[in-house]
């Protein structure tokens, strides 16, 4: 199946895949035809993870049945082939973020082991006693926990930019955080809990005003919009491929390059060096130098992989559709008595947060399975915005380019549902 | 699947509405607090026991339906039973959610608290009907005021109990 031929030309900001074209792509998705307790399944838990297409899933066996060896080592077929196509991986990944070099892109675990990359590797080099540290509170732990573990290292401070009541980071009071010890950034680029897509552009230009290097975390807007790292102008960027259609045990840091060459080797190991004697051991060039070991090599061709299907598709196809889906799910939740919707800012991705009056949110997640509806309850590891809304959790829906309306209907039904027992 | 309202029955459903032995207790003499860090079900009970008796008791904190009917109805099982007696419930009732007990065919003092039986099936829920008994097995084990969230918490992880 061609998919590119079903996709419609864009057209102003309206969405361009039309129902023929949702169908095909959910052709594409085996999961998508499961039944859950009875019911056809209704995947609305994307932020979470997402589901693979059978393109993806097919050059994971033609990997393991016709090309799988060690990279970087041998001479024999295998590994010269495994080896170009984990490069070739890297190659796509770069034109994925419009990074300059295909040497600033380094696999990891995932967004975690990326961020926990840069606090090592950066953050213990360039980052002592007093310094500051600007996180917003709007952060995944996985963006938190590090820089507090380096800040209890160093004796560093972790400065917070606060948001309104939307869901918003407030600028001015952003802006204000910046004083001369200022040392380091790590701003997520769009919430996972609430959705907000942060003006990551100019807070990043503000940092640089003040000579500080910022990561972008960018594990929810990685597979609904277009990157372009360069123009950003981001020193880090980071994001997990299960969250794009690919598997899970791979990410991807990108580092600009001077960064890169100048920080500490995160784990040492095989691959990373050039030579080692006990005496001394010479690191190899990056992104060899973050890379000690043997990489998940399957994962990294496999996140290849995704990244040429979602391209097919169109990331601008992907955004605008998901636009609508957001638009008609905000509009059919807000409708519903008894229902907030946490998390209202202006620029949104494809995320609805939301709480019934007097049900908590696992109890609403209980029961929306048993109506085949898959959705994330609790406090989506950002307990700091949980506080923030003065909420224990919440129940969040989350949607991808395979989601339709009518699955947003049933989800709207079952929350009737939920209010109709514990009326 | 369990069908839904056999897990949400109505005394689940009222127990979750109006909470019995809400609040907590002046001049308690023991006291925990239950984390569940995965779903943030948060429960403190406190606790007046003299003479290995449980004299009063109640709890505070917030939590899903299952975790807070769960929570009253345990103050009312255990009110005015032994230490003792108390503990024998607690692993009766662990014994139930997680499957290991079948409250219909092995003999026990568990009564209406039967209704709970139905977490079994659903194992991202079983945390949540036994959070308020890990915490009374912690006041009941330890000094006046220790907490047991966090690492310091000398019960097992409620979190890991079902995984």
Known sequence: MKIETVVKEMNGARSSLDQTSIDKIRGDFPILGLQVSGKPLVYLDNAASSQMPQQVIDRIVRYQKEEHSNIHRAVHYLSELATSEFEAARVKVQHFLNAKESREIIFTRGTTEAINLVMHGYGRAFIGKGDEIILSGLEHHANIVPWQMLAEEKGAVIRVIPMNDAGELLVDKYEALFTAKTKFLALTHVSNALGTVNPVKAMVAFAHKHGVPVLLDGAQAAPHQVLDVQDLNCDFYAFSGHKMCGPTGIGVLYGKAHLLEKMQPYQGGGDMILSVTFEKTIYNVIPSKFEAGTPPIMAAIALGAAIDYLGRIGLDNIAAYEHELLDYATMRVAALPGVRIIGTAAKKAAVLSFEIKGVHPHDVGTILNSEGIAIRTGHHCAQPVMQRFCVPATARASFAFYNTKQEIDKLVDGIRKVQEMFS | ?163
């Open chain 2, 1 to 163: 699947m369990t069908d839904m309202r056999q897990l949400y029955q109505e005394v689940i459903l009222d127990h979750n509405r109006k909470p019995r032995n809400f609040g907590a207790i002046r001049d308690a003499n023991r006291h925990a607090e239950g984390h569940n860090p995965l779903c943030g079900d948060h429960i403190k009970l406190s606790m007046n026991v003299s003479d290995d008796k449980i004299e009063t008791i109640a709890f505070e904190g917030h939590g899903c339906a299952i975790c807070k009917a769960s929570a009253s109805m345990m103050t009312g099982a255990v009110k005015g039973k032994s230490m003792q007696d108390a503990e024998v419930l607690v692993e009766e009732f662990r014994g139930m959610a997680t499957g290991t007990l079948d409250p219909d065919n092995v003999a026990n003092h568990l009564g209406k608290l039967k209704v709970f039986a139905g977490v079994k099936d659903l194992p991202s829920r079983v945390k949540c009907a036994i959070l308020p008994w890990h915490t009374l097995h912690a006041a009941l084990n330890s000094e006046a005021s220790i907490s047991t969230e966090g690492q310091n918490d000398p019960v097992p992880d409620p979190v890991g109990d079902h995984a």
